[in-house]
Nanobody, 124 residues
Framework: VQLQASGGGLVQTGGSLRLSCTAS????????MGWFRQAPGKEREFVAG????????YYVDSVKGRFTISRDNAKNTVYLQMGSLKPEDTALYYC??????????????????WGQGTLVTVSS
């Protein structure tokens, strides 16, 4: 499985971005997906997760009401719509895959495959 993340960029405070992550292979539609982020000098943290069918989502408190995770199993793609962006959202954002109908995990070790990361920079 390979994951390719895209959509990062430079945006002003209050702006929006949509991240995408496309997976190769046949496991996407049976896998939970997660988005994590890592800011300079900080540990990687869970941002949002979605189960294999898209019927269940979970967010870290700091992004609730601002970010939305969704997926399109026909396109093997998961999205992270980010709005009302703040400078503290600046980070390298990673997508991750958790196979075999397992539920959403909020820790890195719960995911087997990772994308390369896409950089989001929010200017003040």
């Amino acid at each position: 499985v390979q994951l390719q993340a895209s959509g990062g960029g430079l945006v002003q405070t209050g702006g929006s971005l949509r991240l995408s992550c496309t997976a190769s292979g046949r496991t996407f539609s049976t896998s939970a997906m997660g988005w994590f982020r890592q800011a300079p000098g900080k540990e990687r943290e869970f941002v949002a997760g979605i189960n294999w069918s898209g019927t269940n989502t979970y967010y870290v408190d700091s992004v609730k009401g601002r970010f939305t995770i969704s997926r399109d199993n026909a396109k093997n793609t998961v999205y992270l719509q980010m709005g009302s962006l703040k400078p503290e959202d600046t980070a390298l954002y990673y997508c991750a895959l958790r196979p075999s109908f397992l539920g959403i995990a909020t820790i890195s070790s719960g995911y087997d495959y990772w994308g390369q990361g896409t950089l989001v920079t929010v200017s003040s």
